[in-house]
């Protein structure tokens, strides 16, 4: 991907949602019996069919394309919870609500699960069951959570573009003074 100069040193979007794959773990309800499994992250498991277990949320993907497990999704993934979110941030201009810190990498991966296509359907099946396997994740309409996700983050730019004017340098100059020069130039080259 090919990124601006001065967003080249900070991780690209690809890299943020492998971060928040291997360090999330999300709630599952398994489609195979097996016993516990350890993993370098962490031994996980038992997976038995009716009673659901905590994984990693790359592995939940994993098990979900090869239609080995139902992915439970969390309470914040609705479409109620988030419209109250995006509700607090626009009233309360000070802070930030509580929301997981990598919430936009999972919603995405969770998202992107309901329109995947499974392994190991063929193409003339795969059109008939096709709406029964993206149904089973029990995410309510994820059309209206991408607008409220989408709403969230707009909020909060606009929150950050709000108080970016009421930032103090001076205070910046008198903590830290070497390095400001350098922090004011790339300020005025991403401001113009």
């Keep these: ?19 928040a794959c291997s360090h999330e773990t999300i709630e599952i309800v398994p489609l ?10 962490g031994i996980y498991g038992p997976f038995v069919p009716p009673t659901k277990t905590r994984v990693p949320l790359w592995l939940a993907a ?31 201009p000070e802070l930030f609500t509580d929301i997981p810190f990598h919430y ?8 992107d699960m309901c329109v995947a296509t499974p392994y190991r359907i ?4 795969q059109e008939s069951i096709l709406s029964l396997y993206r149904a089973s994740d029990n995410i309510q309409s994820p059309d209206k959570i991408r607008s409220s996700l989408k709403d969230l ?13 009421s930032i103090d340098f001076a205070i ?3 903590v830290n003074p070497a390095p400001f020069f350098f922090v004011a130039s790339s300020l005025t080259f991403r401001i113009s």
């Design 153 to 165: 983050r707009e909020a909060r730019q606009a929150k950050l573009r709000n108080n970016l004017g």
């Design 172 to 174: 910046i100059v008198d």
């Design 32 to 41: 195979f019996s097996m016993d516990r499994i350890r993993l370098i992250s």
């Design 104 to 111: 936009s990498e999972i919603a995405k991966v969770l998202l």
């Design 62 to 92: 994993h098990l979900k394309l090869k239609m080995k497990c139902r992915i439970i999704p969390p309470e914040w993934l609705s479409v109620d919870y988030l419209k109250a979110k995006v509700e607090e941030e626009i009233l309360n």
């Design 1 to 19: 991907m090919s990124l601006p100069p001065q967003l080249r040193a900070s991780l690209s979007p690809v890299e943020l949602e492998f971060i």
């Design 122 to 125: 063929p193409q003339p099946v």
